[in-house]
């Protein structure tokens, strides 16, 4: 054997010792600290609350009420003050459209109009005409009536004496007779004409009403040419350019009124099935946490991420603002005041634990059982009481030990 072989099996010998030296000392727990210097060991504190299990989501803080400003009628953009992105004022004017094809809308009506109201003078002087020439006839044919009567009275005298023949007597019955009949007709006929002129009166004062009411609209429209806030905001969208014509109803200015927000949540598609309609929602808000909850999720998957709103019991809280990045937690199990410790390293429902729980100037060994792992939390479920100190530390650092001093 050369001499280079006999220190490779040399140095072979030799390697293989200590590591076998090594892992004696190991599991015979020679190396394994007893002690722990106070300060330098993180501790949790078990106490009741709750434990929360949810799936992670990021959001966008925005605008829960958006006002969508409609033109009032069909005109042409005049000139736009307010561009997307500024901050106005209630009544401030963020767009004017040109007036002129309104005024010449008023301008028809009240000409229209006045044709109206003078066609209304018309038909009520022609009424009354109507009215004294009906009320004449009709008079005239009651004295034709009553003069027949008064004939037939002295008609029937002479025919007591002999005077007359009975065939002049009921010739003048037949008279009176026909005479009432014709009064009868006329009264009808009049009553009808009557009626014919009040319908035509209440036609011609309906068609005025509707003029001055839609004059009034008009007016209206007119003093809505200039497009103002309706409140104080933020403009979201302005739509179309300085000389574009715009139809009436045209959607012309988006906007918000940033007194209450939601959170628009996205979430990758693989926690889909995770998030439901109506589900819990904690909000992470510069360390203060607000509830919420999921209102409607898109269908639609975009860039293998799902969307959904999120509607906050705070809607108004002063710390939130629009566009603003938000950590979402989309509750996925929870237990209210139950005993709980900080999450420990590598734990999972329902385990048995080993911990080390301080008492005064020691740390003693401990087996405890788990319930729910939150994402912060554990739930236990025996083993600890409350306000006992547990070491946060892995206890596999101190596997053959029952108990820690803790040096000052």
Not at 20 to 46: E, Q, R, W
Not at 72 to 85: D, H
Request: hydrophobic fraction near 40%; aromatic fraction near 4%.
């Amino acid at each position: 054997m050369t001499t280079h072989k006999k220190w490779t099996t040399v140095l072979i010998y030799v390697l293989s010792a200590s590591a076998l030296t090594a892992a004696i000392l190991y599991f015979s727990g020679v190396f394994v600290p007893d002690s722990l210097k106070a300060g330098k060991f993180n501790i949790s504190i078990a106490s009741r609350g709750e434990v929360l299990s949810s799936t992670l989501a990021s959001g966008i803080v925005a605008p829960e009420n958006e006002v969508l400003i409609l033109s009032p009628s069909a005109s042409v953009i005049k000139s736009i003050l307010k561009e997307p992105g500024s901050r106005v004022e209630a009544g401030d004017i963020i767009m004017q459209l040109d007036e002129e094809p309104v005024n010449d809308d008023i301008s028809r009506l009240n000409d229209q109009l006045e044709m109206r109201r003078n066609n209304l003078e018309r038909t009520q002087l022609n009424a009354q005409s109507t009215k004294l020439d009906l009320d004449y006839n009709e008079e005239v044919k009651k004295l034709r009536i009553v003069s027949l009567k008064s004939q037939l009275a002295d008609q029937e005298q002479l025919l007591e004496v002999g005077g007359i023949s009975p065939a002049r007597v009921e010739e003048t019955k037949q008279e009176i007779t026909l005479a009432e009949k014709d009064l009868q007709m006329l009264l009808e006929k009049n009553l009808i004409r009557l009626k014919q002129l009040e319908a035509e009166e209440k036609g011609l004062v309906m068609q005025i009403r509707m003029d001055e009411k839609t004059l009034e609209d008009r007016y209206q429209t007119l003093a809505a040419m200039d497009i103002t806030a309706p409140m104080a905001g933020i403009v979201l969208a302005v739509n179309g350019q300085v000389g574009e014509k715009v139809a009436t109803d045209k959607l012309l200015v988006k906007m918000s009124d940033l007194t209450s927000f939601k959170i628009i949540g996205s979430a990758e598609e693989k926690f889909a099935s995770q998030i439901n309609t109506g589900d819990r929602v904690v909000v992470n808000l510069e360390g203060e946490p607000i509830e919420g909850r999921v209102g409607m999720i898109t269908p639609v998957v975009e860039n293998n991420r799902i969307q959904f709103n999120v509607h906050l019991t705070r809607k108004d809280h002063p710390k939130l603002m629009a566009n603003q990045q938000i950590q979402i937690h989309i509750v996925n199990d929870q237990k209210p005041n139950t005993l709980r410790i900080n999450k420990l390293p590598n734990a999972e429902p329902n385990q048995t634990k080993t911990v080390f729980v301080v008492e005064g100037d020691k740390a003693v060994k401990k087996e405890i059982k788990l319930g729910m792992i939150g994402d912060e939390f554990c739930e236990v479920v025996s083993g600890l009481e409350e306000g006992d100190a547990v070491l946060m530390e892995d206890p596999s650092s101190f596997r053959q030990v029952s108990e820690l001093s803790i040096k000052k």
